[in-house]
């Protein structure tokens, strides 16, 4: 069944999230992408790889970088229950004025670590952050989900 993009978002929680309670999980609130966002993006990656005169110049990490959040500002509308360890950037804790607020502690390999955990990230600088902090894994398996909204439905049974 062939259907325009979905204009809702869903909530998705990580893979290895899911065995978690649920207290310790993170909801990304994610929509589906359309077609011209992702030849948006392409667009902008085949532009670095361009110059006026034709020939291939070097894409830097940070083109690279300004993909990942383009990408993530087309797919992620909020986060809840995201946790940011004690010891991250003091413009990252100064963002979401964690200085003095309490924290939980969580056992990571082994070892237990102090995280705080704000509770709801709508804005998009705090979303940019939240991007900037995920693991190459964790976003790539958020875009993929993006782009499987359009394949999870059900058709409803006719009797």
Known sequence: MAFGTVSETFEYVLEEDRN??????????VRQRAKKQINKVAAEISGMQTSRTARVKKVSANDLERMDVLQWGQIVEKVNNYFIHVGAARKILEHFKLDGQPTTEIVIAGKTLQFHCVEEITDESGL???????????????VEFSDSIGRMTEPEKKD
């Open 128 to 142: 940019q952050y939240v991007c900037d902090m995920l693991s190459s894994q964790d976003f790539a398996e958020i």
């Open 20 to 29: 978690q309670p649920e207290e310790l999980q993170t909801i990304f609130h």
